[in-house]
């Protein structure tokens, strides 16, 4: 054998990421999507060299997904990572334990960068960082000339080492084992799917400080304002039998911002806001004083401590780490199951998105959006637009009317896209 | 950009209906769509797959229809299983197809266990999978692993793991033999023989990558 093979590089997977490989399914791939729309058409070539120098500083996304004995592991590959016109559903699976592919994918829509990945390589917050990176380089490229004073400097430059690194081995000392309770099984939202697993995204965009002084009105901000608006409009799907059961919002919380971490890997804990319903009209001021209260209980560096994904736990239990990934698979997609039970819905409010101020001209916003199999609202904001993307399965489009048109009725006016997925 | 009196919404695209209430649009059309239209997929084999399912099925129920009606022993019980086995066979096959050494080694303890099933409800010449089939088929597969990886051009860390199983499968015909379970001596000694030159060759020419490869494969 004359070929000189190198040893390849391999990572674990960190602690959260550990549940997504077998809880994913055709029906949840696991997979969100950040965007980038700008003021032009993207140009394929461009961005493809972006690509290809953004991935220099996020080596550890060059990997494949793959089964060990015990665990799964991230394998180097040296599969290339082309650019390519959007031809899939939004949120399209990206792991296929069959066949070996990368956990990303990079497409353009008209004036819009996707940048779609597997929950198991990064978080929300991770993910970010590396489109901020591809829009930077390719705004670099496109207006080389234009810089005068020197290229703009992108605030967030990851060390290629630091970017891999587990956030939850350095800090796991801090956050204390998740104490599981029970609770009950919480309302469900049913009705036909669309076919082949499709995604139905309802996006509205609206000016961030419009949004944001109506949630100072009713004395909340804008995560509460937006999962009282969502519960207030699943309310008006639920019958009188339903109103038993609580409605639940998980809502992940980016734990960058309570211990300091670099770290592009999965770095979240998720906080579950609750709600019962007593009445038939519930006004939406009583349900945002709840949440407020809720938010309030929930935000503290102990709480979020004790909200760390009960996997850590797994992971420092020996009968755990030595049974096989086969066990392990059915064992940790029963608990999955469980959990999900407990839930009714997601919000996920991933903040500012910020680029260096000579590039903001050439952007208009940035979206973001997750896979789910129940009904999960994103939403970001760049400069004064702000963004909400509402995915769900099913074909019927109640709780988006109902929840957009509560925005306009508040006197927010709302920029309405949507995909077609009944249609082709 | 349009707008849906109903909603209070604008609606961007160049869409005739609210996407939210499908109610007519006042307002110009935008130029173009913001999200491109899907065609469905059809995935490929489906409907073969499909057909070689019902075939099998009918296959199993006249078999046991005619045996019943003519009284004459068990033989559609044996029907039965050659179809069970033979799916599960070509189901592995078809869902590991991407990856040929995995697929190929699938197959070998697929068909070995096929073959042990066979040797113990049939009464034709009893031994025949432990002393023969069992050790040929491991002892063809290790070239057949290393010849057609080579020729597709497979990284060696992609199937060094399936070579390495197999050459360690390959040692059960001599436990067969060992145990009396086996016979007949030469093809579990030839299996043995080969799977161990195997063994040494990749600590000798391929020391490095298997070791790391048994390190990512079995870390905890
Ligand atoms: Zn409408």
């Known amino acids: 054998m004359a070929r000189r093979t190198r040893p390849a590089e391999w990572s674990r997977l960190d602690n959260i990421a550990k549940i997504f490989p077998p809880t994913t399914t055709a029906r949840d791939p696991k997979v969100f999507r950040w965007s980038c729309c700008l003021y032009e058409t993207v140009d394929p070539e461009i961005l493809q060299q972006a690509l290809d120098k953004a991935l220099i500083s996020f080596p550890h996304f060059k990997t494949v997904l793959r089964r060990g004995l015990f665990w799964y592991y991230f394998d180097a590959s040296t599969l290339p990572a082309i650019v390519h016109q959007e031809n899939l559903p939004p949120c399209a699976p990206l ?20 940048f779609e ?21 390719y705004l670099l490229q496109k207006y080389a000339g234009q810089f005068h004073g020197g290229a703009p400097v992108l605030d967030y430059n990851v060390p290629a080492g630091l970017a891999g690194l587990d956030s939850f081995q350095k800090y796991y000392d801090h956050l204390s084992q998740k104490k599981h309770k029970r609770a009950l099984a919480a309302y469900h939202i049913t009705g036909a799917r669309l076919p082949e697993y499709r995604l139905r995204v309802i996006q509205g965009e609206m000016y961030a400080n419009a949004l944001l002084e109506k949630a100072h009105a009713y004395h909340t901000t804008i995560t509460g304002l937006v999962c009282g608006l969502l519960i207030h409009a699943i309310h008006a799907e639920m019958s009188n039998l339903d109103q038993k059961k609580p409605v639940v919002l998980t809502v ?41 209260s809720q938010m309030r209980e929930e935000l503290t560096e102990e709480k979020l401590s004790e909200r760390i994904h009960f996997t850590g736990w797994f992971e420092r239990q020996y009968w755990a780490r030595f049974s ?87 006197g927010i006016p709302v920029l309405i896209r949507a995909n077609q997925p009944e249609e082709g | 950009m349009r707008y849906c009196e109903k909603c209070g919404l604008y609606i961007a695209g160049g869409r005739e209906r609210c996407p939210l209430c499908q109610g007519a649009l006042g307002g110009a059309h935008d130029p173009f ?131 390495v199983l197999d050459a360690l499968f390959g040692l059960i015909p001599m436990f067969f033999l060992l145990t009396g379970i ?39």
């Open chain 1, 117 to 137: 990945v597997y929950h198991a390589l990064t978080d929300g917050a991770g993910g970010l960082q590396f489109l901020r990176l591809l829009v930077y380089e």
């Open chain 2, 33 to 163: 769509e913001t999200y491109p239209k899907i065609p469905s997929v059809y995935r490929q084999y489906h409907i073969v797959v499909r057909i070689a399912a019902f075939l099998s099925i009918v296959t199993v129920i006249v078999c046991a229809a005619v045996n019943y009606l003519f009284q004459n022993g068990f033989w559609s019980l044996f029907v039965a299983v050659a179809v069970g086995c033979l799916w599960a066979s070509l189901s592995s096959a078809i869902r590991k197809r991407h990856n040929l050494p995995k697929c190929i080694l699938w197959q070998v303890v697929i068909l070995s266990g096929i073959a042990l099933l066979w040797d113990a409800i049939s009464p034709f010449s009893p031994g025949w999978s432990t002393n023969y089939f069992i050790p040929g088929l491991c002892a063809f597969v290790l070239p057949l692993i290393f010849v057609l990886s080579k020729c597709m051009h497979i990284r060696l860390e992609e199937y060094l793991i399936y070579l």
């Open chain 1, 324 to 410: 096989p990934l086969a066990l392990k698979d059915i064992v940790l997609k029963q608990a999955d199951r469980i959990s999900k039970r407990e839930v009714t819905g997601a919000v996920s409010n991933l903040g500012k998105v910020s680029m260096p101020e000579p590039l903001c001209q050439y952007i208009r916003s940035f979206e973001v959006m997750n896979s789910t199999n129940r009904v999960q609202v994103c939403l970001c904001s760049f400069q004064n637009r702000l963004v909400i993307s509402f995915t769900s399965p099913f074909v019927k489009t109640d709780l988006h009317t109902h929840f957009f048109r509560a925005l306009a009725d508040m």
């Open chain 1, 252 to 292: 992940p919380v980016n734990l960058r911002n309570y211990f300091p971490s670099g770290s592009a890997r999965n770095f979240f804990g998720i906080m579950n806001l609750h709600y019962r319903f007593c009445k038939r009209e519930e006004p939406l001021e009583d349900i945002l004083d709840s949440l407020n």
């Open chain 1, 95 to 114: 792991y296929d334990p069959t066949r070996k592919s990368l956990l990303f994918r990079v497409s353009y829509w008209m004036e819009r960068i996707n």
């Open chain 2, 182 to 220: 086996a016979s007949i001596a030469w093809p579990s000694v030839t299996c043995t023989a080969l799977g161990t030159i195997v063994f040494a060759g990749l600590f000798i020419f391929a020391d490095a990558p298997l070791k790391a490869e048994i390190k990512k494969r079995l870390h905890f």
